[in-house]
């Protein structure tokens, strides 16, 4: 076959070039610091990025991801239609605005709220959470106002949350009172929340799948503790759910717990990433809020829609609209019945890993992925680290040398000296992946134990994951 000079659309590879300028970019390294002077051939440009990105490892074997790792081919197609949209534009692209309001309603539905409940899309959870955050403490300090009462000290109380809710707290000068975990309480109780909470409390977070554990908290629980305490003090501190996982797992996969959303009148706002277990591609979360009036209209900008007006509520101005659509696509490709179904099939690889592992005489199984008692997911712990001989950070280089990145961290509070270990099943995660990995678990372990590790320094000073 003769080589060909040129590029062309027949051209499979433009490592077969033989075109001076394509070649002369294969022999020096890509700018790292100055801004380059002359364009670059295309397709070698994509040929050695792509390259490139292979050093990034594999997203299939990324366990530590809360995020979908695998999108369909019709998600793909709707992301390269939307390219070019911004979600922010709604007066040139209604019928994305239509979209965005739609999945607004069905969420509201997914998660019963009496009447008419406001949101909108974020980037993710975090924006959605600081959304959530600048209301509770808008509506806070309207109330310590009338009231004639101090408003510079307000507080929230959580348990040991992601970090998205450290920085609401230092962004917006709110005191975060975190009550961090027991080794009796790896989730708030309602009397922990009842010891933190006063008049300056602007709301209560819990967590619907802690981003340590993957297990639900106590959201009626502490919700009726806190309608106790207004029963007796007058005191009326509202609750945010912070369902970055959870909003698309608990409707599906236990429908029959305890209510933990808008069923419950404290609850004022809920946020949920679409991105995760809402199975729509990066870039996208939801926060809602109960009634119109929980969201201050001091709060609300106006962009022009449709020559008329469309309140927005968001940090950015410019977003990608594919991911909405995406969202949208995803709802009724797969209905209540489609979700439960994936998500259940995680749930039931996820309990598949946690009783093989619990079959390793080191590990304690920490949470197995029962959707009773949360996301799907499986942790565990070393009963203990000196006596193994190894600690679960040597363990998680051992599966990084497969390329699987299950990584090993810190909890909170009296457990931050404890190694724990995490793998997130998601719907890419199929049965023969998790043999494959359990497999190399079980060869990682035998090698450690004939090669014990000498460990010199506390199990917190080896973290490989920071991220929580
Ligand atoms: C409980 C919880 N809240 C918030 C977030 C932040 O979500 P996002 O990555 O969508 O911003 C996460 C992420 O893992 C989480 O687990």
Redesign the pocket.
């Known amino acids: 076959m003769p080589l060909h000079s040129s590029t062309n659309a027949s051209s499979p590879s433009p490592y077969l070039s033989t075109d001076a300028a394509m070649l002369a970019l294969m022999k020096r390294p890509l700018p790292h610091d100055h801004f380059p002077q002359h364009p670059s051939e295309p397709e070698m440009v994509y040929q050695i990025l792509s390259e490139e990105l292979l050093l990034d490892g594999n997203s299939k074997q990324n366990l530590a991801t ?2 979908q790792t695998w999108e369909s081919p019709q998600v793909h197609r709707l992301m390269d239609l939307a390219i070019d949209k911004n979600l922010i534009d709604k007066d040139e692209y209604p019928q994305t605005a239509e979209i965005e309001r739609r999945c607004v309603n069905l969420l509201a539905d997914l998660w019963n709220a009496p009447g008419e409940a406001i949101g909108c899309s974020t980037i ?3 924006e959605a ?1 600081m959304l959530g955050g600048m209301a509770a403490k808008w509506r806070w300090r309207a109330r310590q106002q009338a009231a004639g009462r101090p408003t510079d000290r307000p507080n929230m109380v959580c348990g040991s949350v ?1 970090i ?1 809710w450290k920085k609401f707290a230092r962004y917006w000068d709110i005191e975060l009172r975190e009550i961090e975990m027991t080794a009796n309480g790896l989730c708030i109780s309602p009397e922990e929340v009842l010891e933190q909470v006063d008049e300056n409390t602007i709301f209560v977070v819990p ?1 619907m ?3 340590y554990h993957g297990l639900y908290e106590d959201v009626k629980a502490i919700s009726e503790a806190l309608d106790d305490l207004q029963a007796r003090t007058g005191l009326d501190v509202p609750l945010h759910v ?1 369902a ?2 959870g909003g698309f797992l608990a409707p599906f996969t236990s429908p029959d717990r305890e209510p933990w959303d808008f069923r419950l009148k404290r609850v004022k706002s809920i946020n949920a ?1 679409g ?2 277990f809402g199975m729509a591609p990066l870039g996208v ?1 939801w926060v809602l809020f109960r009634e119109p009036e929980d969201l201050p209209e001091e709060l609300i900008f106006h962009v022009s829609y449709l020559g008329g007006d469309m309140p927005t509520f968001q940090i950015n101005f410019s977003r990608p609209a594919g991911q909405v659509i995406s969202q949208y696509y995803d709802f009724v490709r797969f209905g209540r019945d489609g979700y439960a179904a994936v998500h259940g099939s995680s749930h039931e690889i996820a309990q598949y890993c946690a009783a093989a592992l619990n079959e390793i005489d080191e590990f304690t199984i920490i949470h197995n992925g029962n959707p009773a008692h949360g996301i799907p997911a499986v942790v565990w712990t070393l009963g203990s680290d000196a006596e193994q001989g190894f600690t679960l950070y040597d363990l998680a280089d051992r599966l990084r040398m497969r390329g699987w990145q299950v990584p090993a961290y810190p909890f909170t509070g009296e457990l931050a000296n404890r190694a724990y270990q995490r793998i997130l099943v998601k719907r890419d995660f199929t049965r023969e992946m998790a043999d494959l990995l359990l497999a190399d678990i079980r060869k990682a372990v035998a090698h450690l134990r004939n090669h014990p590790v000498v460990i010199r320094e506390p199990a917190t000073a080896r973290g490989t994951y920071n991220h929580l």
């Open positions: 809360f995020c993710g959870s975090s959470s992601q998205c967590t799948g802690v981003t912070d970055a996982s990433s991105h995760k979360g």
